[in-house]
């Protein structure tokens, strides 16, 4: 990627930019392969001290970032984001095969998988396969 106006500082690596040198030092970090924040709890390490505070929320189950519209609350503002689709009712992903539109890209890519006739999930009791593992769990409540 190369850099745009206001990101003067560039990575002579991959050619991402960036409006501050710190930020470009600590992207360097990725591409030298340097790690120097640890997680207290466990053997990970990060060369983003960003990306150890966020992880770190996988061990003290803080979530930050709450729904102003509901009592969800989530560990990482992209899940937040994700989540406030819905609210909105917004479904900007968009099945190119039959049209069928998504709040997320995950959820699309599931629905991809059906159209291939992928059914990775299959039921211990009846053997039958499904596309998604929430369809395999809500099909299981038949067998109770």
Do not use: W
């Not at 900007?92 to 709040?103: E, K, V, Y």
């Amino acid at each position: 990627r190369l850099h745009r106006e206001g990101r003067p500082f560039a990575c002579a690596e991959c050619g991402r930019g960036f409006s501050d040198k710190r930020h470009l030092t600590a992207h360097l970090r990725g591409h030298m392969g340097l790690k120097p924040y640890a997680c207290p709890h466990c053997e990970k390490t990060f060369s983003h001290k960003p990306n150890l505070t966020t992880h770190q929320r996988t061990h003290t189950g803080e979530r930050p970032f709450a729904c102003p519209h509901c009592a969800r609350a989530f560990a990482h503002n992209q899940h937040l984001l994700r989540h406030l689709r819905v609210h909105t009712g917004e479904r900007p992903f968009a099945c190119p095969q039959c049209g069928r539109c998504f709040s997320s890209r995950p959820n699309l890519i599931a629905h991809a998988k059906a159209h291939a006739g992928a059914r990775p999930f299959a039921c211990e009791q009846c053997g039958r396969g499904f596309s998604r593992k929430s369809h395999l769990a809500r099909h299981q409540a038949v067998h109770t």
